[in-house]
């Protein structure tokens, strides 16, 4: 499993502030092209590994216990940390202004109810296949602060945009912003699941 390593940052006037660096391994599998049958094969690898971990967490996640119950799902701080990286490599493919067929589904505000997200999937289940698989959606932003499970919310949405990038679209709203999370309520969630020094770690990734 490939997860990035924290520093203590050199310039930050935060003496407790460490710097999140990526693992050297990813870096370079992302700037090299395999062509030989060993860089194939360690690729196709990576990628079913990625395949099952992000099967596993959407899994996980869309369990009536979180879901529709409204209780936390017990993150481990590396796992969210590999979500980041993977959810950061897609956005940084897209250009600002997204580009999505119609028909869709645009959500708004979210601040994050994940009960609410899903009770808004469930409109459209067919019965045998999730909501979020048959349409494709517009996400404004505000994913997080106010709700008492905005991690859950925020890293699901991150999760479906990573395994589905062409048909989840992802916005910025207000609420995607250091200022407002210090004030709103992301950032306390962030440190009474993780602790002081992670939670503090992961906002400011």
């Not at 360690?42 to 996980?60: G, N």
């Amino acid at each position: 499993q490939a997860v990035g390593t924290m520093r203590r940052s050199q310039d930050d006037t935060n003496p407790n502030r460490r710097e999140y660096t990526e693992p050297e391994e990813m870096e370079e599998e992302s700037r090299t092209t395999p062509n030989t049958p060993q860089q194939r094969n360690r690729k196709t690898k990576t990628a079913k590994y990625k395949d099952r971990k992000l099967d596993r967490f959407i899994q996980a996640l869309s369990h009536e216990r979180y879901a529709k119950q409204g209780h936390h799902y017990n993150f481990k701080f590396n796992d969210v940390l590999q979500i980041l990286i993977w959810i950061k490599a897609v956005l940084m493919t897209e250009k600002p202004l997204v580009k999505c067929l119609f028909p869709c589904v645009v959500v708004g505000d979210i601040h994050g109810q994940f009960t609410d997200l899903f009770r808004l999937f469930s409109y459209f289940n067919d019965g045998e296949t999730a909501g979020y698989l048959t349409q494709r959606y517009v996400f404004l932003g505000d994913y997080i602060d106010r709700g008492k499970q905005s991690l859950e919310t925020i890293v699901f949405v991150f999760l479906l945009k990573i395994k589905f990038p062409k048909s989840i679209f992802l916005l910025r709203g207000n609420h995607e912003s250091k200022p407002i999370n210090r004030v709103y309520g992301f950032m306390n969630e962030l440190v009474q699941r993780f602790d002081q020094d992670r939670g503090n770690d992961m906002f400011h990734m």
